[in-house]
């Protein structure tokens, strides 16, 4: 169950009307690392994982608190709208809507939500929940969690740039620091799972039935040997059930595949024109 109160967790008011920055606002709300999709995710996690506990808890904590960023941003970006649009070309005033692309904010803002956030990215893609990972498998899904955040951070930061608002500024300092404490607590759970999970999703699937000859070898497919200089080619394996191996020019583990033809109901290219061999001389 959930319970709203009407005041905000953090302060999302700007000094002044920006329809243009309020664009740029709308990926962090609705894009692929926005604040949608980090919330539907844990939450979803958290309602998949079956069974009570403290990472039940987290997810659920977590996921919650991103609502609570969701109506801080929608809120932001609402009062960036106030009296848009808003631009310099008289003409263009005549008419909000060639104004408002004139003006380089989002002709949506006006047309689509009335001056108000939308559940969308910086150039107006819908959000999806493809955006989302709810895996059941926890060690996976915080990896992805630690990704989504990371991503996240990397995002405002830019976008702190962006704007000298202090208002602004004020609010994305706010979710900067919740990304951080965010970022930290995944890498703790991850931490916390791998030690008693080992580090290779899934765990519990049988090593014996894997291809255990080629589970520790990094082939090198790249001009150079620039990647046998790293932790990852030679040594002790991270999951500590294998050494590292390099192999620098890598041979193939399987002949040249040769299919059947296709029945003549499908009408592929007859395979006595695909050989080199059929070609005419004036048009080799």
């Not at 979803?44 to 969701?70: C, P, S, V």
């Not at 595949?257 to 296709?262: Q, S, T």
């Amino acid at each position: 169950m959930f319970y709203h109160i009407k005041e905000l967790q953090y302060h999302a008011k700007p000094e002044r009307p920006d329809p243009v920055y309020a664009k740029k606002l709308q990926e962090v709300l609705g894009g692929q690392f926005g604040e949608i999709s980090v919330a539907m995710q844990y939450l979803f996690q958290g309602w998949n994982t079956r069974g009570d506990g403290k990472y039940r808890d987290l997810l659920m904590d977590t996921g919650t608190e991103e609502l609570a960023h969701i109506e801080m941003l929608s809120t932001m970006i609402a009062r960036l709208l106030d009296g848009a649009p808003v631009g310099a070309q008289e003409e263009a005033a005549k008419d909000p809507v060639l104004e408002a692309i004139l003006g380089g904010m989002n002709p949506q803002h006006v047309i689509v939500s009335g001056l108000g956030a939308m559940p969308a990215d910086s150039v107006g893609n819908r959000w999806t929940a493809d955006y989302i990972i709810a895996s059941g498998n926890l060690l996976a899904d915080f990896r992805a969690n630690l990704t989504a955040e990371s991503q996240g951070r990397l995002q405002v930061a830019r976008l702190y740039n962006e704007t000298t608002d202090p208002g602004v500024r004020d609010m994305l300092a706010w979710l900067l620091a919740r990304d951080t404490m965010h970022q930290n607590q995944w890498i703790a759970a991850i931490r916390e799972l791998e030690s008693k999970e080992n580090i290779v999703v899934p765990s519990t699937f049988p090593k014996h039935l894997e291809k255990q000859e080629v589970s520790y070898v990094l082939f090198n497919f790249s001009d150079g040997d620039q990647s046998a200089k790293g932790r990852w080619a030679s040594g002790p394996s991270m999951d500590g059930q294998g050494t590292f191996q390099y192999v620098k020019n890598p041979q193939p583990f399987a002949k040249k595949p040769k299919l059947k033809p296709a029945p003549p109901y499908i009408y592929n290219t007859p395979p006595s024109v695909m050989r080199q061999d059929q070609i005419p001389p004036s048009l080799s």
